[in-house]
């Protein structure tokens, strides 16, 4: 069965007309996740449905346009094509396009030119193998018209009573707006290598002017070229006096700038209400909008996003524009994650100017230690978009770029730390286990101290380590990242440890899984049945660090690396 639908830019309700016998299918479910579905067993109550109503999209199985043609004939045909959402059209053997509906016809003649070639480059492919008569095949291929419309086109063949082949019928969606969504998640994973590096330079030969203007430039770089913001402001909250200093500001006026602003919910704009309330606030017109307080000229709509540190909000990012409702719920949640790199950026510098001894590894333990938690909450959030996102393949590839960056940034602060002897005359203390160096463990535990530690011990040994607060993030993770080993409470919130341990059995039987637990807590003797399964051990709460590391050895052991 062909799916053929988009996801939507805005996550807006579709209305989608489904040709399937079972409404418990997991194609039924997870299109009930994009809008209204009305479900038809047959062609014929299709084609009454689309007589009575409009749909954005068809899903159907492959085949039933070439039914729909056959049977209601094409002046049937076309008017029922005529009124759903998705380009369609009929090339025939000579590469002539002999129909084609509404919303085809609605693109610019440069793409309807590329439609019709890239079809009948599909309708030679079908030709090439006269002996497969199959109407079910499919090939699909990408059209790209511009920087601005993208399009995904399935090719399905139509052949004669005699079995001749005498057409191919395009389906077309316009993926546009997935292809933008790319490059959002581009501009992250620049912002990633950017905002957080941390090197010799940065840290013993700058000033601190000369730091916050190299960070300016960055964040400014990443803002206009990737996430095409060109209005925006940083404010930093003082903790003392609860203020809002602009930090960073592009496009705004220096009396914006110097706006006195202090992080409250009410009487302080909506940059105050997102600092005292840790929510994102998107304004589609500032003139309806009693919270707005000036910030660029001609201002219609804004964002501002938390620029949240763990568990802390340390300032806002606030992003304006001229057009009115600029902002959608996507441009939300990839600035969240931005903000997320802008506040560790932030956190580097003010650590980085504190008085200390001089010693690049003295201030790269500060920044680790200061950064494990922030840099576990990215991997969180781009695991639970990339679940929004299955399908979408691209797409999900940028979020695990996302989380190999880092990755790349935990290891980076690993090697930093670690104590630098001089060669050949002071032996090196290597501060790594070479059964846990560069193995990627998932930590799943709804206990935050026993979470952080176990994390810090294995970190130390140069694991590069993920946390998750509870079942359905630990699973979520598994789906989306590879581990070489997972650690388990058995009693957590949404799912338990043996719910985790099944799952990560599922997707890869070869990682290894430790169930924690206290004392005599096994409920439905999940030890006992996940033992059966292929259960790497048991530690039991409390543990000491030589028992957790015994182990954790011990399940890396025989593992693949």
């Known amino acids: ?68 043609d056959a049977g209601g004939g094409r002046g049937s045909a076309e008017s029922i094509l005529d009124r759903i959402g998705q380009g369609v059209c009929i090339v025939d053997h000579e590469g002539t396009l002999v129909w084609s509906n509404r919303q085809l016809k609605s693109y610019p003649a440069d793409a309807v030119e590329k439609i019709r070639e890239t079809c009948f480059r599909i309708f030679q492919h079908f030709a090439a193998d006269p002996t497969n008569r199959d109407p079910s095949r499919t090939r699909r291929r990408n059209v790209t018209v511009d920087d601005n419309l993208f399009l995904e086109l399935t090719g399905s063949p139509v052949f004669d009573a005699q079995g001749k082949l005498v057409e191919v019928v395009g389906l077309l969606w316009d993926a546009s707006a997935t292809r933008r ?63 809002l200093d602009t930090v960073i500001a592009s496009g705004f006026s220096e009396e914006a700038k110097s706006l006195d602003i202090l992080a409250a919910r009410e009487g302080n704009g909506i940059s105050g209400f997102v600092a005292a309330t840790g929510r994102s606030y998107i304004c589609p017109d500032v003139v309806k909008d009693p919270r707005y307080l000036a910030g660029i000229e001609n201002a219609r709509s804004t964002l501002t996003v938390p620029l949240w540190l763990h568990d802390q909000v340390i300032g806002i990012l606030n ?63 781009a695991t639970t978009i990339m679940e929004e996102f299955i399908g979408h393949d691209e797409l999900r590839k940028r979020l695990h770029s996302v989380i190999d960056n880092v990755d790349m940034v935990k290891r980076t602060l690993h090697q930093l730390t670690e104590p630098q002897g001089v060669k050949g005359l002071i032996p090196e203390a290597p501060n790594q286990d070479p059964l846990i160096n560069g193995r990627r463990i998932l930590i799943a535990e709804d206990e935050e101290v026993i979470r952080d530690t176990v994390a810090e011990i294995l970190t130390k040994l140069g694991a590069v380590t993920v946390t998750a607060r509870d079942g359905d993030d630990a699973i979520a993770m598994v789906h989306g990242q590879h ?29 290894p899984v430790v169930l924690i637990t206290g004392f005599g807590y096994d409920p439905d003797h999940s030890i006992v049945r996940a033992s059966r399964e292929g259960l790497a051990g048991v530690l039991f709460k409390p543990f000491k660090v030589e028992q957790l590391l015994e182990i954790v050895r011990g399940a890396l052991a025989d593992a693949p690396h």
Do not use: W
């Open 1 to 68: 069965m062909r799916s053929v639908s988009k996801h939507p830019a805005s996550h807006q309700a579709l209305q989608i007309l489904a040709i399937a016998p079972d409404e418990a299918s997991p194609l039924v479910g997870a299109l009930r996740t994009l809008g209204t579905v009305k479900m038809v067993d047959h062609v014929s109550k299709a084609v009454a449905a689309l007589r009575d109503e409009v749909f954005d999209y068809v899903v159907a199985p492959t085949g039933t346009l070439a039914s729909l």
């Open 319 to 381: 992003v304006e524009s001229n057009q009115i409702a600029a902002f959608s719920e996507d441009d939300r949640q990839f600035a969240e994650i931005f903000g997320r790199y802008v506040a560790m950026a932030l956190h580097i510098l003010k650590l980085l100017v504190v008085e200390r001894h001089a010693t690049t590894g003295q201030i790269a333990s500060d920044v680790a230690a200061g950064l494990a938690a922030p840099l576990n909450d990215i991997i969180t959030e």
């Open 483 to 511: 581990f070489d080993l997972v650690l388990s409470d058995i009693k957590m919130p949404n799912k338990t440890g043996y719910e985790v341990f099944a799952e990560t059995k599922k997707i890869c039987a070869e990682c």
């Open 181 to 243: 969504l790319q490059g959002k998640i581009n501009a992250i994973d620049a912002a990633g290598r950017e905002l957080v590096r941390l090197d010799g330079v940065s840290a013993d030969s700058m000033t601190v002017a000369d730091r916050l203007e190299l960070l300016e430039k960055k964040i400014i770089n990443v803002c206009r070229d990737l996430m095409h913001f060109d209005h925006f402001a940083v404010r930093v909250l003082d903790k003392q006096t609860n203020r």
